[in-house]
T-cell receptor, first 114, second 112 residues
Framework: NAGVTQTPKFQVLKTGQSMTLQCAQDMNHNSMYWYRQDPGMGLRLIYYSASEGTTDKGEVPNGYNVSRSTTEDFPLRLLSAAPSQTSVYFC?????????????FGPGTRLTVL | ELKVEQNPLFLSMQEGKNYTIYCNYSTTSDRLYWYRQDPGKSLESLFVLLSNGAVKQEGRLMASLDTKARLSTLHITAAVHDLSATYFCAVEGRGSWGKLQFGAGTQVVVTP
């Protein structure tokens, strides 16, 4: 199993450009998540999906969009990039293990918006 | 609103000595997680704590949970260089299945 994969690993955008960060998992997990990591702030949830066809906003959804048309894929779209979206983005998927949800994280995408 | 505070944010450790990282959270929680992140890498799960008084240990790391005090601790015994990393606690609020609120992280540097 490849686990959770993310592409690209690095990306530089100009302000106003749009792009999609790709995330895929091959573990047949129902739930998937997008986080951003900024220095000194830990990870913050952008969007999550409890199952194929469903999505919901997290703590910091503005400027992003997601869809979940398959179990495996959970792309994150930046609609009009802004310098404030410079960050490291992590995708995760999770499976229920007894009484908790174990999340598995991808390697991350480092995004710079100029 | 669930808030998670870690302290200290930076910890310089001497090899062989013991240290503790604290994680406080503001509202009732069902589950608390500890993660490790090496520089430039992704997050690796260390522990899941599910109930009051839960204690988990792996090697030189031991995590505990006091739900009444809304406090978790990560204790490092006889620090070694390989433990240099950033450690995060994350809390899953009651009724927020799967949605984690992370602390800011504690950057640990272990020196001889």
């Amino acid at each position: 199993n490849a686990g959770v994969t993310q592409t690209p690993k690095f990306q530089v955008l100009k302000t106003g450009q749009s792009m999609t960060l790709q995330c895929a998992q091959d573990m047949n997990h129902n739930s998937m998540y997008w986080y951003r990591q900024d220095p000194g702030m830990g990870l913050r949830l952008i969007y999550y999906s409890a199952s194929e066809g469903t999505t919901d906003k997290g703590e910091v959804p503005n400027g992003y969009n997601v869809s979940r048309s398959t179990t495996e894929d959970f792309p994150l779209r930046l609609l009009s990039a802004a310098p404030s979206q410079t960050s490291v983005y992590f995708c995760a998927s999770s499976e229920v293990v007894g009484r908790y949800n174990e999340q598995f994280f991808g390697p991350g995408t480092r995004l710079t918006v100029l | 609103e669930l808030k998670v505070e870690q302290n200290p944010l930076f910890l310089s450790m001497q090899e062989g000595k013991n240290y503790t990282i604290y994680c406080n959270y503001s509202t009732t929680s069902d589950r608390l997680y500890w993660y490790r992140q090496d520089p430039g890498k992704s997050l690796e799960s260390l522990f899941v704590l599910l109930s009051n008084g839960a204690v988990k240990q792996e090697g030189r790391l031991m995590a505990s949970l006091d739900t009444k005090a809304r406090l978790s601790t990560l204790h490092i015994t006889a620090a070694v260089h390989d433990l240099s990393a950033t450690y995060f606690c994350a809390v899953e609020g009651r009724g927020s299945w799967g949605k984690l609120q992370f602390g800011a992280g504690t950057q640990v540097v272990v020196t001889p």
